[in-house]
């Protein structure tokens, strides 16, 4: 059974830096596109940052040059390093997986809260 855990988000001050981890567990992806989604309430979940199979990474207009992420395909681990975070970037963080030829990621992290305050 295919399990995505995120690592435990936190309270920053603004301006500070957080680093998330996702450890997969049940099967490989190293042939599928990853990516870190948020969510605040009452709002739709918005897209954060991809990256894909070749290691190209695409990134939300609000988090270019401010957010990083990364995978290793040996350990099986995504991760998105966060600085100069400001307090909009409050949200559940989830990780999540696209499966080959699938346009939506099917697997979903059961979310993490990181909280900026100002």
């Known amino acids: 059974q295919v399990q995505l855990v995120e690592s435990q988000g936190g309270l920053v001050q603004a301006g500070g830096s957080l680093r998330l981890s996702c450890a997969a567990s049940?099967?490989?992806?190293?042939?599928?596109?990853l990516g870190w989604f948020r969510q605040v309430p009452g709002k739709e979940r918005e897209i954060v940052a991809t990256?894909?199979?070749?290691?190209?990474?695409d990134y939300a207009d609000s988090v270019k040059g401010r957010f990083t992420i990364s995978r290793n395909n040996v350990k099986n681990t995504l991760n998105l390093h966060m600085t100069l975070l400001k307090p909009e970037d409050t949200a559940v963080y989830y990780c999540?997986?696209?499966?080959?030829?699938?346009?939506?990621?099917?697997?979903w992290g059961q979310g993490t809260q990181v909280t900026v305050s100002s």
């Open positions: 999540a997986v696209r499966a080959p030829g699938v346009p939506v990621f099917g697997y």
């Open positions: 049940g099967r490989t992806f190293s042939s599928e596109a």
């Open positions: 990256i894909g199979v070749n290691g190209n990474t």
